[in-house]
């Protein structure tokens, strides 16, 4: 076997997309989910509040490329705790309940995005933005709909939509975890 195909081998390239494009791939997806449904809802929300957080001024399509470089971000933190050998043990542990026990790993990963999402939306738009905005000044506060029920629905579908392309593209079947409580 030559040197080439270890390595490619070890960073999970075998097959599939490896993590790092995969759940890049996830969260640019993900991401355009969520800024559809904030279009739909609220289109000043995409094209001048987000480049707003940032001082920026609304111009073009300014807004819709910040949040889908927002959502690659945490898609590439997402694919970075998943693949870990404690969230990998727990995503893929074979439980003994009967509903758990029939789920595929791409609904594991569906459900491990969901709670991505919500997690997401519980510290970035509620806790880390209120004080980003106060630093800075930028008076977008009064624009920006955080604690909207759109908001907690859009990082919902942003996570599970990153959770699917995520299990789609990436093969994680090869890795063993290990136990991941034990230790």
Do not use: K
């Not at 097959?15 to 993900?30: C, D, K, Q, T, V």
């Not at 001048?48 to 889908?68: C, F, K, M, Q, S």
């Amino acid at each position: 076997m030559s040197a080439e195909s270890d390595t490619q081998s070890a960073v999970g390239i075998e097959n599939s997309i490896g993590w790092p494009i995969g759940s890049a791939l996830g969260g640019a997806i993900g991401a355009l989910a969520f800024g559809l449904l904030m279009w739909v809802y609220d289109p000043d929300t995409v094209s001048a509040a987000i480049p707003g957080i940032y001082g920026l001024d609304p111009v073009g399509v300014v807004g819709w490329g910040i949040h889908i470089v927002h959502g690659i971000l945490l898609g590439l933190l997402f694919g970075l705790l998943v693949t870990r050998n404690v969230f990998l043990g727990v995503i893929m542990t074979s439980p003994e309940t009967g509903a758990l026990s029939r789920t595929g790993l791409t609904l594991r990963l569906i459900g491990a995005g969901f709670v991505f999402g919500l997690a997401i939306w519980a510290i970035l738009p509620l806790l880390v933005l209120p004080v980003w905005i106060e630093a800075i000044g930028t008076g977008t506060a009064t624009e920006f709909p955080t604690t909207a029920i759109e908001s907690m629905l859009g990082h919902v579908i942003f996570g599970s939509v990153l959770g699917l392309v995520f299990a789609l593209v990436t093969d994680l079947r090869s890795r063993s975890p290990g136990t991941p409580l034990e230790g």
